[in-house]
């Protein structure tokens, strides 16, 4: 929507392919249904350091349309923006329908042919350009073309990996499609048991053996079937791929802030004002209720012991537990549950400065097609936003 309503703003005539009855879906979805706009950070050289080792790739593109600058295209149109915590921003009216709606305003306002309910069944070329796209109702014929199908997360909304063979039989070179922000499955079955309970400021660490990997604090939240929210996803690729060596354990710090000793004087402080209570009735000022009847089970220690009866010893392993929660992770859910899939075209046969393919001159790809590592946080539609941009803009002015 993006690479159309740029084209056609540059008064190129633009047709807009879409096998689903209405444009978005996916896009409607995102962020619980508030859609994640964008990651407000203004920063270029901070906004792609996000990206990691990829992200470099993103400089030139940025140059042409950064945060700010897709900022000012939403809120010139009257959709109103706002910024919540870790940067993350969301149209002030909660609703992912208000940034489909601008979007297909911007189309509609320059003259976007959209033909909704037709499938692409291959594109063709004579080994150098692209020469027309045969869909299941005829065909076309354009100067130029833009593919950005998405990559293979949520199917239901259309998004199926089509892209991907219609490129590899184009001969580009397409890294495969991974689950790259999914939740994790647990094994533990008392984790069911806290579904719902979500946990801020929380240190989250892959273990694998005797090794500590990747380890990061933010926000997550347990599922019926696991833990899941932005930690969880930003670090549920590299768990992918440690379990391809065995098994992984999450170890989860409730108060990364404190160490044992000072998380030990604070539980003692507390239990000092209800000596009279049981345990688990005067536990819900450090811990949920709920989450810390499940690990007082795990630490062995009876929730209904009253507390002059609870132990120095007992105390010391609520502590031990507080610190270093284990689930032992039975797997990452299914492609279908993914926020976004990894993989796509390898990002060395792109030209970033125009988008184009380095293999097709008159062909442009944008958005979830190009191989990038994209953390949860709006990311991944910062690149749809600029990576359509700029396909659009170069998509109408070249000339074969």
Not at 52 to 81: H, I, N
Not at 128 to 142: E, F, N, P, W, Y
Not at 324 to 329: E, I, Q, R, T
Request: aromatic fraction near 6%; proline fraction near 3%; include cysteine.
């Amino acid at each position: 929507m993006m690479a159309a309503g740029r084209a056609a703003e540059l008064g190129a005539k633009v047709a807009l392919v879409e096998k689903n009855q209405t444009l978005g879906n996916k896009l409607i979805i995102t962020g619980g249904g508030r859609c994640n706009i964008l990651h407000a950070e203004f920063d270029t050289h901070l906004l792609v350091e996000k990206y990691g080792k990829k992200g470099k790739s993103l400089f030139s593109a940025f140059s042409q349309l950064d945060a700010q600058a897709t900022w000012d295209f939403f809120e010139s149109r009257g959709l109103k923006l706002k910024i919540e915590a870790e940067h993350r921003a969301f149209p002030k009216s909660e609703r992912a329908e208000d940034v489909r709606t601008t979007l297909m305003e911007y189309m509609a306002e320059h003259g976007v042919e959209i033909l909704s309910n037709t499938q692409v069944l291959s594109i063709e070329s004579d080994g150098s350009m692209i020469t027309k796209i045969i869909h299941d109702g005829g065909l076309i014929v354009a100067k130029n073309y833009v593919v950005a199908t998405g990559g293979k997360s949520h199917p239901e909304t259309g998004s199926t990996g089509d892209g991907f063979l219609w490129m590899k039989k184009l001969g580009h070179t397409v890294i495969e499609s991974d689950p790259a922000l999914v939740p994790i499955a647990i094994k533990n079955r008392w984790v069911e048991r806290t579904s719902g309970i979500s946990l801020k400021n929380v240190r989250l660490t892959i273990v694998q053996g005797t090794t500590r990997h990747e380890s990061a604090i933010g926000k997550m939240l347990f599922t019926h079937v696991g833990v899941s929210g932005p930690l969880v996803l930003n670090m549920s690729k590299r768990v992918g791929e440690l379990l391809k060596n065995g098994e992984v354990t999450l170890s989860i710090d409730l108060f990364p802030k404190i160490d044992h000793a000072a998380l030990d004087a604070m539980l003692l402080e507390q239990f000092e004002k209800g000596k009279n209570k049981l345990l688990k009735n005067n536990i819900g000022d450090v811990v949920q209720p709920r989450l810390a009847q499940e690990l007082l089970i795990q630490a062995k220690i009876d929730p209904a012991t009253p507390l002059y009866r609870l132990t120095r010893d007992d105390r010391k392993k609520f502590v031990q537990i507080l610190k270093n929660v284990p689930l032992a992770v039975k797997g990452l859910l299914g492609t279908d549950k993914a926020v976004v899939t990894g993989g796509g075209v390898t990002l060395k046969e792109i030209e970033f400065k125009t988008m184009r393919s380095k293999l097709y001159n008159n062909l442009y790809l944008a958005g979830d097609m190009l191989d990038f590592d994209r953390p949860s946080g709006g990311f991944s539609l910062q690149i749809c936003w600029t990576t359509g941009y700029i396909a659009g803009t170069n998509a109408a002015t070249f000339e074969k």
